[in-house]
């Protein structure tokens, strides 16, 4: 059996109670101090260290002060960075779960300093861990649900908890039917909700999506709203909308890139160096969704550019006889099928 190793991380050096900074406890209605909550994520790989870092990020940058009036709306809110309204169980402990000491050594490098209190267990039972933590992040590949998810120590350890799958394709039903029923006792958690951001999450940029089933408590809605907004903007969607979202949220940052990739070998060609080119292109990139973000629609953004005989009109031009729409859109279209077999294959399981 292979062995299993910690790896443990503070946040600074205030006083703690068992490894908590005492500021961050939440308290009762009576003022006394209650149990902090800890978030595991299962599966922290890419977008779950992303995820990671930047809701540390966002608690260091808000400080542990909790406003016990604050309230976050459940509802297709365009959600800003928040401190944890004090009557959600929001997280002040974090474990990042692993197989491999290579991926446990790429978080602790991603942790860097300042140190994060933070535990890092790498090793095949992540069972002990799991039993500590109260909300859960799936993290793992979909193709590795049943693997993950499928033994009785895990189902034991997740039981009535708060479960929030980041797995493309994969359903709140699908999860629900793999933890299912073992010797006639239900291990199927309280909650299991979807969520997808975006690796943007590191830079706390990111576009989440959720889908949160009926009959999901207010208080629950309140703390996964405040944990996706504390890294960007959150929007609630049905069920039926999610692998379209996935594609348009989670796989797009990977599009924008290839496009600037492009954008700046050209400005190379032409004399630029690839750092300037890349700052450029990068900050053009992100000023043009600024003001969509602001209203503009994206026709009126190029009309406005594209004067009679300028050279964008030329430019714009070269891309339409590339059929760049019909390239990107379908590029669009296939993600969300990919993402719906990741979903199928599973089931065939």
């Known amino acids: 059996m292979p062995k299993e190793f910690h790896y443990h991380y503070k946040i600074d050096n205030s006083t703690f109670l068992r490894g908590v900074p005492m500021a961050s406890l939440h308290r009762s209605a009576q003022g006394v101090p209650t149990a902090p909550h800890t978030l595991a994520i299962l599966g922290c790989g890419a977008l779950g260290t992303a995820i990671l870092l930047g809701v540390l990020a966002s608690i260091r940058a808000h400080g542990d002060s909790l406003d016990e009036n604050e309230t976050v709306s459940p509802a297709n809110a365009v959600a800003t960075q928040k401190s944890p309204p004090s009557s959600s169980p929001t997280p002040n402990n974090f474990i990042a779960c692993v197989r491999t000491a290579v ?28 039993l500590d933590a109260d ?37 709140i039903s699908d999860i629900e039917s793999v933890l299912g029923w073992q010797d006639g006792k239900s291990y199927v958690p309280t909650t299991v909700i979807r969520a997808m951001p975006n690796t943007a999450s590191v830079v706390r940029q990111s576009m989440t999506v959720i889908e949160a089933p009926g009959g999901t408590s207010a208080r629950t809605l309140r703390m996964v709203d ?30 924008f890139a290839l496009f600037l990739e492009g954008l700046i070998d050209g400005a190379v060609a032409l004399g630029l ?3 300037e080119a890349q700052i450029m292109a990068a900050q053009a990139m ?19 550019i594209t004067t009679p005989g300028g050279s964008t009109i030329r430019g714009v031009l070269k891309l339409e006889q ?28």
């Open 103 to 130: 991926s446990a050594a790429r978080i602790t490098k991603a942790l860097g300093t300042p140190p994060c209190n933070v535990t890092i267990h790498h090793g095949h039972d992540s069972a002990p861990s799991l």
């Open 135 to 171: 909300i859960i992040i799936l993290g793992c590949q979909p193709i590795d649900l049943h693997s993950c998810l499928g033994n009785d120590t895990i189902k034991a350890a997740l039981h009535g908890k708060l479960v929030i799958s980041l797995l493309a394709g994969v359903t």
């Open 226 to 255: 405040w944990l996706f907004s504390s890294i960007g903007i959150v929007q609630h969607i049905p069920a039926s909308k999610f692998d379209t979202c996935t594609a348009l949220c989670a796989s797009t940052p990977a599009f």
């Open 273 to 275: 160096t690839r750092s």
């Open 286 to 304: 992100k000023g043009s969704a600024e003001l969509v973000l602001a209203g503009d629609h994206p026709t009126k953004v190029k009309e406005e």
């Open 322 to 349: 590339g059929n760049l729409r019909a390239v990107v859109a379908g590029a669009l279209i296939e993600c969300k099928t990919a993402a719906e077999g990741l979903g199928a294959r599973n089931r065939e399981k």
